[in-house]
């Protein structure tokens, strides 16, 4: 079994709809969740992080982690088509060697016009 | 901004071939890091680099070696390259101090086919 689970997609859904982007994990000593964008022919970028459970809003953007479940997730409100790209979650527990982040598979989203 | 960049975006190599992919970043980050991507496996740390001339295996060293000379400069080396090799690499950085210590900068990616 991964560390980190995500369910690749591809994700389509209409613009300006919902979008809900998950991951479940297992080890339990994971703190910083982040989400990582990755357009296509690019290298990924940080979207968002949060620190141990909670919510975390910028914009258009939620990230939501439930420690106890091991699950996390990323909520993308009034979709875009220049949403559409992979969302990758990544996670560290801060006290391995050297700070590693895990990574999930990655969750293909497009967004049509 | 940072910026990472990768000596080449796209690359086709033959079996057996020794095989080099650089990466610069010019932020003066001390950790850098190589990966590989592939379909529903996500990001696969190969090696990273605390600093100049440190190394430290990651996950999947097997077949790959790397050398970090600069600061600024961190090269992936294949071996004698293999048919299972070929995959997307992307490298990144990290800057070593602040409150952000797990962000990490990616580059582009270059994309390897080994034929």
């Known amino acids: 079994q991964k560390e980190v689970e995500q369910d690749p997609g591809p994700l389509s859904v209409p613009e300006g709809a919902i979008v809900s982007l998950n991951c479940t994990y297992s080890?339990?000593?994971?703190?910083?969740f982040m989400w990582y964008r990755q357009y296509s022919r690019k290298g990924p970028e940080l979207l968002m992080y949060?620190?141990?459970?909670g919510n975390k809003e910028d914009g258009r953007f939620t990230a939501q982690v439930d420690k106890s479940s091991k699950y996390i997730s990323l909520f993308i409100r009034d979709s875009q088509p220049s949403d559409s790209a992979t969302y990758l979650c990544?996670?560290?527990?801060?006290?391995?060697?050297?700070?590693?982040?895990?990574f999930g598979g990655g969750t293909r989203l497009m967004v049509k016009p | 901004d940072v910026k990472v960049t990768q000596s080449s975006r796209y690359l086709v190599k033959r079996t057996g071939e020794k095989v080099f992919l650089e990466c610069v970043q010019d932020?003066?980050?001390?950790?850098m890091f190589w990966y590989r991507q592939d379909p529903g496996l996500g990001l696969r740390l190969i090696y990273f680099s605390y600093d100049v001339k440190m190394k430290e295996k990651g996950d999947i060293p097997e077949g790959y070696s790397v050398s970090r000379e600069k600061k600024e400069r961190f090269s992936l080396i294949l071996e004698s390259a293999s048919t299972n090799q070929t995959s997307m690499y992307l490298c990144a950085s990290r800057i070593y101090r602040g409150l952000k210590n797990y962000e990490q900068y990616f580059g582009p990616g270059t994309r390897l086919t080994v034929t």
């Open positions: 949060t620190y141990s459970s």
């Open positions: 080890n339990s000593a994971f703190q910083y």
């Open positions: 990544a996670m560290t527990n801060l006290v391995n060697a050297g700070n590693m982040l895990t």
């Open positions: 932020m003066d980050h001390e950790n």
